[in-house]
């Protein structure tokens, strides 16, 4: 008990005036811990002890049972009880609700450590009656101030960074930063809205709780100081972000629990009942998703009918990018279509999802496709190479996996002669045979892709060839007869 202007202890005094400073005060006026106060009668020195709610008498007036004198609980000498402490007498007070006395920061960082370590202390020294309002205020300051430093400053960070540099994006992180931090604000306002309503419901609907849902509000709010670690500069999100968001949940079950005088099992249900609804919604929404987008790709049908399953054309047209850009970067062609793995490719672009084909039955001089891309970069460059040797030297077309490359002789200028660079056909060792309503697809050197089904081979390879003989070219064979084993070569001469 100290004066709550120069805090001096008021202990053993008669006079109801501090010493120190003459500030008037009554024992009335202090919260004590039950029975960890001695009132003393100031006539006789009788010892009682304080049993109410705030540690006071009860009743505050009576007669001495050693002098008989009528005393009231304001005139007596306060002690400490014998063996406690002076702190110990001291009811907690809620650092929040004494802001003003403590400071904003030193308030708010005190609140943060009871929250995440003595919950149940603190929602204990929530007055019942005080402000909801200010339990909404501190939460919205803590949510603020953690999306500020969790967003916001990263996106000043990144923005200086641009500014810097010339970049003319420089205020799309910034722009970036506010969306999600206004996004952000509104989406806890809502969650802890709802979250108050469900919980308060379920207390109310299993058996009722001590009092309203103001009271709720108070456990959900001032127990989200347990979030503070996410709002660390940059490095919030990804330090046990998982942990925060449970540690916030065990707190407000044990505030809960506390603020609204029921068992632990009612509180747990009650708090974690929208937790689990939302993670229930939001995996089920996640794979319901990716499920309607895999059907869609198998039945061809809704708008993600083109990314599958015929993705043989965006195959084909990738590599038909990788080799022209290639072309364009070094002024030839590469060696071996191996070679673009090092610049543009995996090695299981070789292989066609729509087709039986894996890299373990690519054979890549004595070793397979699998084998090979599992090379250190240098020795699988130098593999490459000396499977680029191995073709003979007039060869004019080769196959690796599931595709022909027919690159071989093209000079690069003629860009406008639509030729073949590349086709895709279905390695004819691991798969079955083409039927005439198959469809291939060839690559050219003007960045196009031609559709052909199997049937019309014949009549569009017979076009090609035409083009290729305008050119000075040899003629193509029949692609589907191409294997690892048989590259395509002439004799022709130009």
Not at 112 to 119: E, V, Y
Request: proline share 7%; aromatic share 10%; with cysteine.
């Amino acid at each position: 008990m100290r004066c709550p202007n120069c805090d001096y202890p008021l202990w053993n005094l008669k006079a109801r005036e501090c010493p120190e400073c003459g500030t008037p005060f009554l024992p009335s006026d202090f919260d004590l811990v039950i029975n960890s106060t001695q009132f003393c009668c100031p006539l006789c020195d009788q010892a009682y002890y304080g049993t109410g709610a705030r540690g006071h008498l009860v009743p505050i007036e009576f007669d001495c049972l050693g002098c008989e004198q009528h005393i009231h609980m304001n005139e007596m000498v306060l002690r400490p009880a014998e063996g406690v402490a002076e702190s110990q007498t001291k009811v907690d007070r809620m650092p929040w609700l004494e802001r003003k006395q403590r400071g904003r920061i030193k308030a708010w960082f005190a609140m943060m450590g009871q929250a995440m370590g003595a919950p149940t202390r603190l929602m204990r020294s929530t007055p019942e009656g005080s402000s909801v309002a200010t339990a909404w205020g501190y939460a919205l300051l803590t949510l603020t101030l953690i999306l500020l430093t969790g967003i916001g400053l990263p996106a000043l960070i990144f923005s200086g960074i641009a500014l810097l540099d010339g970049s003319s994006f420089a205020w799309e992180p910034i722009l970036t930063g506010f969306a999600l931090f206004a996004g952000g604000i509104l989406f806890w306002v809502i969650l802890l809205a709802v979250w108050g309503l469900v919980v308060h419901g379920i207390l109310r609907i299993t058996g009722g709780c001590a009092h309203s849902i103001g009271r709720t509000y108070q456990a959900l709010c001032y127990s989200a100081g347990t979030l503070a670690p996410l709002g660390i500069p940059c490095v919030g999100p990804y330090c046990g972000t998982y942990i925060v968001w449970i540690w916030w949940v065990v707190s407000a079950i044990l505030m809960i629990t506390e603020g609204q005088r029921v068992n632990g099992c009612r509180a747990t249900l009650a708090v974690l009942t929208m937790p689990i609804i939302m993670a229930v919604l939001l995996f089920g929404g996640y794979f319901g998703w990716i499920g309607y987008i895999m059907y869609s790709m198998n039945s061809g049908t809704g708008p993600f009918a083109q990314m599958g399953p015929m993705t043989a054309d965006y195959e084909t047209q990738m590599l038909n990018t990788s080799l022209i850009t290639y072309y364009n970067d070094n002024n030839q062609w590469p060696p071996h279509a191996l070679h673009l793995v090092a610049d543009h490719f995996g090695a299981a672009n070789f292989v066609s999802t729509d087709t039986n084909t894996y890299e373990s039955d690519v054979p890549v001089g004595d070793q397979t496709l699998e084998d090979w891309q599992y090379l250190p970069s240098n020795r699988r460059q130098q593999a490459a190479q000396e499977i680029a040797e191995q073709l003979p030297e007039n060869t004019i077309a080769y196959r690796l996996g599931d595709f022909v490359f027919t690159y071989p002789g093209i000079d690069q200028p003629h860009a406008s002669s639509n030729l073949w660079t590349v086709i895709y056909i279905p390695d004819p060792d691991v798969n079955p045979s083409l039927m005439s309503n198959d469809i291939l697809y060839a690559g050219n050197n003007n960045l196009g892709l031609i559709t052909i089904y199997y049937g019309d081979l014949e009549l569009v390879l017979e076009e090609q060839n035409q083009l290729r003989a305008d050119l000075g070219l040899p003629p193509l064979p029949d692609p589907t007869t191409i294997t690892h084993d048989a590259p395509a070569i002439t004799e022709f001469e130009n």
